[in-house]
């Protein structure tokens, strides 16, 4: 178990480093750039765990999708913008906690049953198939819940950019 | 399955490598080689000659290629972010290549035998996005920002039907493993997957031709409206690195179609029956037949199909393809599940 | 089978060799072209393309705001594709609703879909 | 939109596709220029040159000056002497800049005597803008090397408008005369 434990120190270690180089590089693509290799090392991380199929999904939706999105979303800005930016916490308001905190509600209230019996836990954690029937059979609600949490941003997209745009041409 | 079983670790190690430098070999010539037969069929399918000069029939036109980038000189504009301008060509070569160890060339030939093979794929393929994106952005020049803009987001809308039309085939398998695909489908009720998922098959292929930035897709180097895209403020070597990385996701692109669609390294059991000396050909010659006959195909396209618009490639994509490829998945599924 | 606690992923370690292999063969070219390559610069030579006038400003400018939505759409059907793959994996042994959920669950996110369409979010000259 | 249901069967598409395919096995069209070579017409204009006259061992040129006038780039430049005696005049210079020529025949047509050609040599190139600068002798030169290539014993060129020359041998403009209606009353 030697190689696991020196495979594993090298990883967190370089884990630390990029953590430490979001904080010391000031061009925000350098930034981004340190934060793509901490999900990628996340990815490596779940690996270990003998979870290759989340350490796959997190390679494809973190780094593949949602890091484009945010990275798309600098783009926005033109660079002076960036820099002059300044974090206001006054601005943040308990409301926005309500819909997170009901987030988390409905998470805990799907969750409330445990595992299955007839689910070994060996299985449950490294086997797909298995992932995917208990997800699927057992914990259908969750998905159902997914597809509305997934729909909602595509509407809230076109309000969002319909308001851009009128105030763009006023 | 793991390493370090049967044999010590690093003998494994040692024939890992070899496998990978036999697949490197085969196809870094196979991708040399793919730019010369590309110039000369283009040139022929349009009543010319193509290269000529260098060798006999200018069959070492890729040598001389390969020299002169190696000997020109390497440009980095005074603006651009260099460490990213020069780690961007790298990124999309090596994604490119890592691609190749999770699929097999032969029953028993895989460099890299896990589970994953097509989420693999795809998680590379995303990560090879932002050597595009990297690239147009760090080159400090207004086509390229553009290039490296249109590109990652016209791969990124591709990548959805494509991988739903890959569902598809993952549903029929039941497996993410290539080699369990071709087993499945070969014994299959038509033998290959194009016949009930002649669709997804369709759009399987155009979405291929979008993420290689392949014509009639290839808006990132759209000559006529953006120099050259991503690729504007590149020379020597590490242009020749980009084009080395497009050449090498058009083979990857080749395999997985001939893998998922047209069962790999085997015929289908109709054909074999009807034929039995095809048998005696070798698995990897199929394969690499199949293969060949789809990079004919590529270079086939760009000869004959004007450029699309950007605006009618995204909503083509998002519009037709999606749609289409969601309708395969559903006549996928209702096929299993009736047992059909 | 190996525990969670002691598993090492050594599946994996072939395509981390193919990774550095390819990595070093596109450093290996890069390092021999600089040893042989001229190194000629001036400050035209430096300077980006711009059709050959002088370059006005830097390239780095507020980009039109349609490339985001294609992002927050891939980011949606990203993670309904990797949900559509573990059903596709474990699909012998759903039950009916494990099948049916799947089927609604793509309906839901096809009316959020089709929404957006044709509202002409995904046209790329309608103005909203 | 409504579009012709065949539109679904692809068939442009796949005519497009049969149509580079078919061209694939033609014979290309491309004259690979050091080794082959284009047959040269014998009205084609290329390379100045001023007739050497075999029996005088001179240029033919009266100094008429009409080509000078009728070039539309300007580009000839005559100067001329009169002899005291006969009042003849005799050309001393005679200067073309060949960047500026537009090859367009008009001085081989209008020259009374035939003296001005522009050859069927075609394989010029120089490297600085004096060398495509023509004087007298180098545009006589550049007839002594024209003809020493030149295989037959009579040589006559298609624009030159001289009398005797059959009408076959003109350009077809030449041949065809152009009737042109005038308005009456």
């Known amino acids: ?170 | 399955m793991a390493l370090g079983e049967s044999l010590p670790l690093h003998l494994e190690i040692l024939i890992v490598l070899i496998k990978i430098a036999i697949v490197l070999g085969v196809f870094l010539f196979h991708a040399a080689y793919t730019v010369y037969a590309e110039r000369k069929i283009l040139g022929r399918m349009q009543a010319r000659l193509g290269p000529r000069e260098v060798g006999p029939y200018g069959l070492l036109q890729p040598i001389a290629d390969l020299v002169k980038l190696l000997f020109k000189e390497d440009i980095v504009p005074a603006e651009a972010h260099k460490t990213l301008f020069k780690i961007a060509p790298l990124l999309v070569l090596t994604f490119a290549i890592v691609n190749l160890s999770v699929i097999p060339f032969h029953p028993s030939f895989i460099i890299a035998d896990v589970n994953l093979g097509v989420l693999l794929i795809l998680a590379f393929a995303g990560l090879g996005t932002y050597g595009i994106i990297l690239a147009g952005y760090s080159s400090g020049s207004k086509y390229s920002l553009l290039g490296g803009l249109r590109s990652a987001s016209q791969i990124l809308s591709y990548e959805i039907p494509l991988s739903l039309s890959l569902a598809g085939v993952i549903l029929y398998a039941e497996s993410f493993h290539l080699r369990d695909i071709v087993e499945v489908q070969v014994n299959s009720l038509f033998g290959i997957n194009v016949f009930p998922q002649i669709l997804g098959f369709i759009v399987f292929l155009i979405c291929a031709f979008a993420e290689t930035n392949r014509a009639p897709f290839d808006l990132p180097e759209a000559e006529s409206e953006l120099v050259a895209g991503y690729i504007t403020e590149y020379s020597g070597f590490r242009m020749g690195l980009f084009f080395l990385g497009e050449y090498i996701s058009m083979y990857v692109m080749a395999l997985l179609i001939s893998i998922c669609y047209f069962g790999g390294w085997a015929f289908p059991w109709w054909l074999a029956n009807a034929l039995p000396f095809l048998k005696a050909i070798p698995p990897t010659l199929v394969l690499a037949l199949k293969v060949y006959f789809f990079i004919f195909l590529f270079i086939w396209v760009r000869a004959t199909f004007p450029r699309y618009r950007f605006d009618q490639l995204m909503s083509m994509s998002w519009k037709i393809l999606i749609p289409l490829s969601l309708i395969n998945f559903l006549i996928v599924a209702l096929i299993k599940w009736l047992g059909v | 089978m190996v525990g969670p606690d002691s598993y090492v992923p050594s599946a994996y370690l072939p395509v981390l060799i193919m990774l550095i292999v390819a990595l070093l063969f596109g450093l290996g070219g890069l390092i021999f072209g600089a040893l042989v390559r001229p190194k000629a610069y001036y400050s035209l030579k430096l300077l980006p393309y711009e059709c050959g006038n002088e370059p006005s400003g830097l390239p780095w400018q507020r980009i039109t705001i349609r490339y985001f939505p294609i992002a927050i759409l891939f980011a949606v059907f990203d993670v309904e594709i990797g949900l559509l793959y573990i059903w596709c994996v474990g699909f012998s042994q759903l039950s009916v609703i494990g099948f049916w959920i799947m089927i609604v669950f793509l309906l839901i996110i096809l009316i959020g879909f089709v929404y957006d369409m044709k509202r002409g979010l995904l046209d790329w000259q309608r103005v909203l | 939109m409504r579009r012709n249901p065949y539109y679904l069967l692809f068939r442009d598409l796949l005519g497009g596709l049969l149509i580079t395919l078919k061209t694939l096995f033609r014979k290309p069209v491309t004259v690979e220029y050091p080794r082959e070579r284009v047959k040269v017409y014998p009205s084609f204009r290329g390379r100045h040159a001023l007739v050497r006259d075999p029996e005088t061992g001179d240029a033919r040129c009266v100094a008429c000056l009409k080509c000078v006038q009728v070039c539309p780039s300007r580009c000839i430049d005559v100067k001329y002497e009169i002899d005291e005696k006969t009042g003849a005049r005799i050309m001393t210079q005679y200067n073309i800049e060949a960047l500026r020529c537009i090859y367009c025949g008009y001085c081989e047509e209008v020259c009374p005597v035939g003296a001005i050609v522009l050859t069927e040599y075609f394989e010029y190139s120089v490297r600085t803008r004096e060398e495509a600068f023509f004087d007298k002798e180098k545009l006589l030169k550049n007839w002594d090397e024209f003809i020493a290539k030149y295989t037959e014993k009579v040589y006559t060129n298609k624009f030159w408008n001289l009398k005797g020359i059959p009408d076959v041998l003109k350009p077809a403009p030449k041949r065809k005369q152009l009737e042109v209606p005038v308005k009456r009353g």
Do not use: C
């Open chain 1, 1 to 170: 178990m030697i190689e696991r434990a020196i495979s594993l120190l090298i990883i967190s270690s370089l884990f630390f480093f990029f953590l430490l180089l979001t904080y010391y590089f000031r061009h925000f693509i350098y930034q981004f750039l340190s934060i793509l290799v901490l999900m990628v090392l996340q990815g490596v991380l779940f690996l270990y765990l003998n979870a290759e199929f989340l350490a796959a999904v997190q390679i494809i939706v973190y780094v593949g999708a949602i890091l484009i999105m945010f990275l798309f979303s600098l783009f926005l800005f033109p660079e002076e913008e960036l820099k002059g930016i300044k974090t206001d916490v006054s601005r943040i308001s308990y409301k926005t906690f309500i819909p997170i905190g009901l987030l988390v509600l409905l998470l805990v209230i799907s969750l409330y049953r445990a595992v299955p019996e007839n689910y070994s836990k060996q299985e449950f954690l490294s086997d797909i198939k298995v992932i995917g029937n208990f997800l699927f059979n057992e914990y259908w609600f969750l998905i159902y819940l997914l597809a509305f949490i997934l729909s909602l941003p595509m509407v809230a997209l076109y309000i969002f950019f319909r308001r851009e745009d009128a105030s763009r041409n006023n």
